[in-house]
């Protein structure tokens, strides 16, 4: 008993099939193509977060997707395709001067020279006994 060529054909064109037709798009790939549009949308000025209630309202409830992953998805979506980041992280403006040891030894100098206006009270300490527990059974 042998198998034709015409009946392998048939068995791997059924395999073929069988993955497509039993599942749908996974959360990952529905991201990956939203990623242009809502691309578009950040860029008209939305935020992220509303364009995350809008896909979330229209996925089916067995869907499960927090807000973490749809950043986490949109993030990997985006670099897969090669978009550019919408605004851009970091440092804004120039950076402040670095404060030199002669900058800072002046600066104390300076507020040492001002006399204060409230006058220091420190009472000094006389007594430790408050410091010790008493013990009832004399050790």
């Known amino acids: 008993m042998g198998v034709d060529k015409k009946l392998l ?3 791997k064109q059924d395999l073929k099939t069988v993955h497509n037709t039993g599942q749908g798009m996974t959360t990952k790939e529905v991201m ?3 990623t242009p549009t809502i691309h578009e949308r950040l860029r008209a000025g939305e935020k992220l ?3 995350y209630a809008i896909v979330r309202a229209k996925l089916p409830q067995e869907v499960r997707l927090t807000q973490t992953s749809f950043k986490r998805y949109w993030q990997e979506a985006r670099q897969e395709i090669g978009l550019a980041p919408i605004k851009a992280s970091g440092r804004k403006g120039p950076r402040p001067p670095a404060v030199t ?3 800072a030894a002046a600066a104390a100098t300076v507020i040492a020279a001002v006399p204060s206006s409230e006058p220091i009270k420190v009472t000094p300490r006389t007594s430790t006994a408050s410091d010790f527990r008493a013990d009832s059974e004399d050790f």
């Open 49 to 51: 977060v509303d364009l």
């Open 32 to 34: 990956l193509a939203l």
């Open 101 to 103: 040891a002669d900058v």
């Open 9 to 11: 054909n048939e068995i």
